[in-house]
């Protein structure tokens, strides 16, 4: 098995008595893009700050590549916090030469990564001209320089309108069909499920949940069912031991699951009832869904 691209175990921090991380463990492989994905609040910036060595975890510890942080294993990872500094007054071509001279890279890099970014036409232009969609791609850019292998974004649409967060995310999908790792902070969940092949989910400084984004989406969460006499038809469906919880929205029963259930039996146990059903049906479960499942579970 090829060593985990990075590997975070129990990682804590404390502000005074807010715990941004509590207890934090995960693992990421290489050519994953990993969602870390929680709301604000949820410690995301403060557990990429500590993977980048710019905060201190008060336990825990962390390994890049097997190996405990140094300055060479950070050489090869990529970073975007938040907002990077450019020169306004610097073309966008002289801003990344800039970055290019801090990371001991040569220029003859810079040209690919404009063109990979979409700015290649726009290099001579001053930052301050560049909107918010091309101050991103830039510092994406920067982020790209020194042939990163891995790729920390933090919210890295935030503030963008929709066309322009379509161009990041199909830049980042890009990027990470060319075999880097990426590791992406947000508190979008479609950008989450659009982007991620994995995902976290942090509540709260503790991980709910972390696996592959495909396995929530094709888990079934909830069932759709309709008959005529709705008030036996929920009495019948109490008794059975998978289902979490009932409602009924427009006339249609919805049982909240907690595994996995064939339709078919569930129609033939309930005919076996004399309760003839006009629909079922599956629902599949949303991102959206099992987030704030997790997060209400995460409440009490
Ligand atoms: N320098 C600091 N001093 C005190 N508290 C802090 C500091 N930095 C972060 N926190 C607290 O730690 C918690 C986690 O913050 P963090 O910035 O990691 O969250 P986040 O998930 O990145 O949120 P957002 O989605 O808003 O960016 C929050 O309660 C925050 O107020
Ligand atoms: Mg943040």
């Not at 590997?7 to 492989?29: P, Q, W």
């Not at 919210?155 to 060319?178: F, M, V, W």
Request: aromatic share 6%.
């Amino acid at each position: 098995m090829q060593t985990p691209v990075l590997e975070i175990d129990h990682l804590s921090k404390s502000y005074g008595h807010i715990k941004a991380l509590d207890d934090f463990t995960l693992t990421i492989h290489k050519g994953e893009v990993f969602g870390i994905l929680g709301p604000n609040g949820s410690g995301k910036t403060t557990t990429l700050g500590i993977l980048l060595d710019i905060l201190k975890a008060d336990r825990g510890n962390y390994r890049w590549f097997g190996k405990l942080p140094d300055s060479y294993v950070r050489r090869r990872i990529g970073a975007l916090l938040e907002q990077p500094l450019f020169y306004p007054y610097l073309s966008a071509v002289r801003n990344l030469e800039l970055v290019a001279d801090i990371k001991g890279a040569k220029y003859d890099e810079i040209d690919g990564i404009l063109k990979k970014v979409g700015l290649y036409e726009r290099k001579t232009s001053k930052f301050k001209t560049f909107s918010l969609g091309m101050k991103q791609r830039l510092a994406i850019a920067a982020a790209l320089i020194g042939n990163p292998e891995v790729l920390i974004l933090d919210e890295p649409t935030n503030g963008l309108d929709p066309k322009s967060i379509a161009e990041i995310r199909n830049l980042i999908i890009d990027i990470a069909n060319k075999g880097l790792t990426v590791i992406l902070a947000s508190h979008l969940l479609d950008e989450v499920q659009k982007t991620c092949s994995h995902v976290a989910i942090l509540d709260k400084g503790k991980s709910l949940h972390s696996g592959k984004v495909e396995d929530v989406l094709n888990s079934s969460s909830q069932l759709e069912l309709k008959s005529e006499n709705m008030s036996i038809l929920k009495t019948a469906t109490s008794k059975f031991e998978f289902v979490s919880e009932s409602k009924v929205e427009k006339e249609t029963l919805v049982l909240s699951l907690k595994q996995d259930v064939d339709p078919a039996w569930v129609n033939k146990e309930l005919a076996g009832q004399g309760i003839y059903l006009s629909h079922i049906s599956l629902r599949k479960r949303s991102l959206e869904s099992y987030f704030l499942e997790l997060l209400s579970g995460n409440d009490a």
